[in-house]
């Protein structure tokens, strides 16, 4: 579970003092607020998983809350107890996402 805390910690302290134009810059198919935003929703979608619950959308707030959301959907994977196998999927959908911002 440190290994996904660490990588979580590791994304927030890149992005947590972006300013909105830094969000809004290129990032493949799409804003740097959009890449963090599907990161947010692809944990929330493991965190469901972990909780045995169906996946629900998250909604797509203005991009200087993506780390407060980032912070939120993290601590609901870790409060689920969630298996080794889903973690490593969590740590490396935050791995990658770091690697593209």
């Known amino acids: 579970m440190s290994e996904f805390a660490t ?14 134009r830094r969000w809004a810059a290129s990032a493949g198919a799409g804003s740097k607020g959009d890449l ?11 965190g469901a ?20 959301q980032l912070r939120v959907v993290a601590d ?6 969630p298996s080794a196998d889903l973690l490593t999927r969590a740590t490396t959908a935050v791995d990658e996402t770091r690697q593209l911002l």
């Open 36 to 46: 963090a935003h599907r990161l947010v929703q692809r944990l929330a979608d493991l």
């Open 7 to 20: 990588s979580v910690e590791r994304l927030l302290t890149q992005v947590r003092h972006w300013e909105e």
């Open 76 to 81: 609901d994977i870790v409060t689920a107890g």
């Open 49 to 68: 998983e972990a909780e045995g619950r169906s996946a629900r959308a998250v909604p797509r707030l203005p991009d200087l809350v993506l780390p407060d």
